[in-house]
């Protein structure tokens, strides 16, 4: 896939708001601190030019946000789950928000679900995958900040470790870096299959 074109289409920010259009939607998920907004921006094409709203402190993405993406899809960035400093009802209604999303969106496609390399997967992780496993949304693992692993890590095969604790196959992991660039076409290959899926159905 050649990303042409990349435009904000607005936020979503209660379960009962339509979204801002109906063209497919492909979402990216993960906790607060798992480099969520800096790997989208490295899978659009805009490392520098920023898309998302990268922050250094957790849970600035408070909203679903919209990015029309070549005009034909959605790029959905979720809110991040995990330690962002907001109130305990404040992180619910984001909770609520997002499953919401995720269980009632009729033009909902895949989800890329976002894991810290350098760490084994939370409960929290787990939990989110397994609600995706029992809502039929397909899902792909992208293990984020791999440049940040010693090459001993990545020999002992950090993608088997991630399988094993989520119960996901390997064929549904993809290592990446936001800085390098790795696993940003992987990505995007896996994105356009999920719409072309969609298409053929």
């Known amino acids: 896939m050649i990303i042409r074109s990349v435009e904000f289409a607005g936020s979503v920010v209660a379960p009962q708001q339509p979204c801002p259009g109906d063209l497919p ?6 906790r607060s601190n798992v480099g969520k907004s800096s790997l989208i921006n490295r899978v659009l094409g805009r490392p520098r030019r920023k898309v998302a709203r990268v922050s250094a402190s957790p849970g600035k993405t408070q909203a679903l946000n919209f990015y029309e993406v070549n005009g034909s899809f959605f790029l959905v960035d979720l809110p991040g789950s995990g330690y962002a400093k907001a109130p305990r009802a404040v992180r619910e209604s ?9 269980a009632g969106s009729e033009h909902l496609r895949g989800v890329v679900y976002l894991v810290d390399s350098r760490h084994p997967p939370t409960r929290g992780d787990r939990e989110f995958v397994e609600y995706l496993a029992e809502t039929g949304v397909p899902a792909l693992i992208a293990l ?7 090459a001993r890590e990545r020999e002992k095969g950090v993608e088997r470790r991630v399988t094993s ?3 996901v196959s390997e064929d549904q992991v993809v290592a990446s870096s936001a800085r390098t660039g790795e696993g940003a076409e992987e990505l995007l290959e896996a994105i356009a299959a999920l719409l072309e899926s969609e ?3």
């Not at 939607?25 to 993960?30: D, I, L, N, R, S």
């Not at 984001?94 to 995720?102: D, H």
């Not at 984020?144 to 010693?150: A, M, N, P, Q």
């Open 199 to 201: 298409e053929e159905s």
């Open 94 to 102: 984001w909770r609520v928000l997002v499953r919401g999303f995720l």
């Open 25 to 30: 939607q492909v979402a990216f998920a993960g």
């Open 144 to 150: 984020t900040k791999v440049d940040k692993l010693k």
């Open 165 to 167: 604790r989520l119960g």
